[in-house]
Structures are given as C-alpha cells and as structure tokens.
C-alpha cells in the first residue's frame, strides 16, 4: 500500500500564492507520474499539473505561466508553487501519483491523497 499526504492549501486573495506539498509513503520500488488534479463544485476532476521520472511535465492551459510543478526523486515528493491566483483556481486539490510496488511481482497502480481545499476570494 501506498500513502499520499497532502499539505499547504488554504484561502487566499486574488493575485496571491499558495504552495502544496505531497509526500508519497509505503510499499514504493518507483514512482512513475506525479502531479496534481482538481476538483471544483459540480464540475469534473482535471489535470493541473503532472510530471513524470524523467522530468517531463504536462499541465493545463489554464495554469500556464502561473504554476510550476517539481518533485524530488529520493524524497517521494510532489510540489505545485501556484501564483497569481484567481477566483476559478478555487477547487479541492488532490495529490496522484502512479507507483510501481513489488510484491512478488511488479504491480503498478494510481493512488490519490486525500484532497486539500483551496479558495480563492476577495
């Protein structure tokens, strides 16, 4: 089994900065994808930001220029550095990670943190 345990989300004013953290523990041989989705009232779960091992990155449209993602190998973590924040970024975060275990054998399988609130607002 595999943990994921987010930090760092909260309420801020438009134009401000957040940081969240994730931290991957458990039954690890190799996290393959790391990133962060998304979540806001009444709307489907979308990607914000992913990165890959070998350092490959994808992300929305919308976060463009305003987040960055990073991740540290030897630590099992995941970081997304969100500035100039805007009403439509306010939404329940959530940590995923796509982890290869041994078990006996290779299993590779998706887990999710547990979500961290976010919210934008005057």
């Known amino acids: 089994q595999v943990q994921l345990v987010e930090s760092g989300g909260g309420s801020v004013q438009p134009g401000g900065s957040l940081r969240l953290s994730c931290a991957a523990s458990?039954?690890?041989?190799?996290?393959?994808?790391m990133g962060w989705y998304r979540q806001a009232p009444g709307k489907q779960r979308e990607l914000v930001a992913a990165?890959?091992?070998?350092?490959?990155?994808n992300s929305a449209d919308s976060v463009k220029g305003r987040f960055t993602i990073s991740r540290d190998n030897a630590k099992n973590t995941v970081a997304l550095q969100m500035n100039s924040l805007k009403p439509e970024d306010t939404a329940v975060y959530y940590c995923?990670?796509?982890?290869?275990?041994?078990?006996?054998?290779?299993?590779?399988?998706?887990?999710w943190g547990q979500g961290t609130q976010v919210t934008v607002s005057s």
């Open positions: 995923n990670a796509e982890v290869t275990s041994y078990v006996g054998y290779y299993d590779t399988r998706a887990y």
């Open positions: 458990g039954s690890i041989f190799r996290i393959n994808t």
């Open positions: 990165l890959t091992s070998g350092g490959s990155t």
